[in-house]
């Protein structure tokens, strides 16, 4: 079983008890997508470059109030629910539903999901690049 098959079996297994499951993208905290549950690609990767920024949003947020680790976060739009909840030491899980969905189901079943994925999958931060002289 490869890595994404592997990735894939994990979201497959938590999200799909969701109502209204709309998709989901695992992603490096630089923003790259790693695997894509139910997306197209071309989405999966704009939704994780995007998302990418709201996730490192929150850390700074969390880290100047001394928050500790973010957990989750939720936002709500019209038509959708957005949870974002890191998963392993440099990845980030997006998760995508429509407004059928129960809110504790979502984030109880994306918290277990990433916490699946993050018992295996470690994506290091990358180190910071040269200083310019």
């Known amino acids: ?3 994404n098959d592997m990735i894939y079996s994990i979201l497959d297994s938590h999200l799909s008890r969701i109502a209204g499951i709309e998709g989901a993208v695992l992603l490096s905290n630089d923003g790259i997508k790693l695997s894509a549950y139910l997306l197209e690609r071309d ?6 470059a995007a998302s990418s920024g709201i996730a490192a949003t929150m850390k700074a947020i969390s880290r100047e109030v001394d928050g500790g680790r973010v957990i989750r976060q939720l936002v709500e739009m019209n038509d959708r629910y957005l949870c974002i909840v890191g998963c392993g030491e440099g990845s980030t899980l997006i998760v995508v539903t429509s407004r059928k969905a129960r809110l504790g189901e979502l984030g109880g079943e994306v918290v277990r999901a990433s916490q699946a994925l993050g018992e295996w999958l470690g994506t290091p931060e990358r180190a910071p690049g ?4």
């Open 130 to 133: 040269p200083t310019p002289s």
């Open 1 to 3: 079983m490869t890595t």
């Open 43 to 48: 989405q999966a990767e704009r939704i994780a």
